[in-house]
Antibody, heavy 121, light 109 residues
């Protein structure tokens, strides 16, 4: 059975840092496209970052230079290091498994339950 | 960057049909995927590659994609279909970004 379980969220002060984890079972993070997606209160879904199986990473403009995606293949876990946090980073953060689509690109087949990050003083 | 536009809300009576549009420049050339998100829950994939359904998703959910508009159709709507729905594509024109639509709140009357 496929499971993705996020952890690490909580209350953080503006300018602070937090690291989110996503523990995966049922497939290997090393051979899949792993993503972080967020949803801010009252807003829609926003893609945040991806790490491809070969290790290449990409980021949304809104987090580039502040967030870093990584993975630990031995622990089968995905991470998101979030630095220089701002109030508009407040959101539920989901990890999601990407699957190659029929035309270029991927879709998100499996999702975790999410972890809430609140940036506030 | 690529923009996907959805109507903010759609209201439908039980047993009727709901249609949710997703507008984007030449979206018919892309694979479009749809997600359902109920309050307090994680998103769930309901249609991928324009019109395919994952296992476990009822046949009542169907999709189409042509020109500048993709559409998710929910037939014989049930109370449990009340949720937010998002379309999604991959934008190859700018640093390999994934784009979600603005989202549509489906209300079952």
């Amino acid at each position: 059975e496929v499971q993705l379980v996020e952890s690490g969220g909580g209350l953080v002060q503006p300018g602070g840092s937090v690291r989110l984890s996503c523990a995966v079972s049922g497939f290997s993070v090393s051979t899949n496209y792993m993503n972080w997606v967020r949803r801010a209160p009252g807003k829609g879904l926003e893609w945040v970052s991806v790490i491809y199986s070969g290790g290449t990473t990409y980021y949304a403009d809104s987090v580039k230079g502040r967030f870093t995606i990584s993975r630990d293949d031995s622990e089968n876990t995905l991470y998101l290091q979030m630095n220089s946090l701002r109030p508009d980073d407040t959101a539920v953060y989901y990890c999601a498994r990407g699957v190659v689509a029929a035309r270029p690109g991927e879709y998100f087949q499996h999702w975790g339950q999410g972890t809430l990050v609140t940036v506030s003083s | 960057s690529y923009v996907l536009t959805q109507p903010p809300s759609v209201s439908v009576a039980p047993g009727q049909t709901a249609k949710i549009s997703c507008g984007g420049r030449n979206i018919g050339s892309k694979s479009v995927h749809w997600y359902q998100q109920r309050p307090g829950q994680a998103p769930v994939l309901v249609v991928y590659d324009d019109s395919d359904r994952p296992s476990g998703i009822p046949e009542r959910f169907s999709g189409s994609n042509s020109g500048n508009t993709a559409t998710l159709t929910i037939s014989r709507v049930e109370a449990g279909d009340e949720a937010d729905y998002y379309c999604q594509v991959w934008d190859s024109s700018y640093d390999r970004h994934y784009v979600f639509g603005t989202g549509t709140k489906v209300t079952v009357l």
